[in-house]
């Protein structure tokens, strides 16, 4: 990679993190303020940075349409799983992810557990009321189709904390327990779950992979584009998202090794 080529995409990034003036880009690349002001100018001419009244730097709209172009072509079921293969791997659980679609439950891909007494629910569609899939895509709405002060207690309870369980999954034998997969606007795009028999795993038993489960949604949440969120860190492990990590990657083998 070319050096110019480095520093604007390390510019880009620091950009993201909120705005630069051009002392501050300058510290961050290293570089004098003339080799600064003119990589700026330069991405602001191609749209990729704007110029505010206060003289710093802002992330340009041209990167926001093309964000939004790669989001639209990326499929969430094909950038799951691997990871839903990893979670399943590492608890020996039937993991699934579902999506809301026309107002139910969309089950689009499954990884059979050890345990599994049941086909595949790939394809198959459950109300949204009744499983824990379901809580959790109507709690992660955006406010302004599901606002928190506007939800069922059960619901935004469900909201604050992250993830949801049920013990008797759309009136099946198993017990479940779901989390949200965040897309970049921050709503809840997909859910990806937990399950097992009922007879033969115990709700609390299950319920102790939440952690693996959180961390799961998370790496699936930034592979699809979404941003790291604190609380699924902390559920983890305490620890905070390095800022210019590769989210992804770090995310997907700090699962691995647990």
Known sequence: ??????????????????????????????????????????????????????????????????????????????????????????????????????????????????????????????????????????AGLPQDDAREEELPPELAAVRRRGWAAESAEHREPVTCVAAPVAGSDGRAVAACALSAPASRVAPAELARMVPELLCTAEAISLAYGGSPTPRWCENRCGAKPAAHASRTSGRASGARRR
């Open 1 to 138: 990679m070319s050096q110019s080529v480095d520093r604007a995409l390390t510019l880009l990034a620091a950009l993201g993190d909120g705005p630069l003036s051009l002392d501050q880009a300058s510290a961050r690349l290293g570089v004098h303020k003339s080799t600064a002001l003119r990589l700026l100018r330069d991405l602001e001419e191609h749209g990729f940075a704007r110029r505010e009244p206060d003289l710093r730097y802002r992330l340009g709209g041209r990167l926001l349409s093309l964000a939004h172009r790669a989001l639209e072509e990326i499929d969430v079921r094909e950038v799951a799983a691997p990871h839903l293969a990893a979670l399943s791997s590492r608890c020996g659980y039937t993991v699934q992810l579902a999506v809301l679609h026309d107002g139910e439950v969309l089950y689009v891909d499954e990884v059979a557990g050890h345990w599994a007494e049941r086909p595949p629910r790939i394809g198959r569609r459950a109300p949204v009321t009744g499983t824990a899939v379901g809580r959790v895509l109507l």
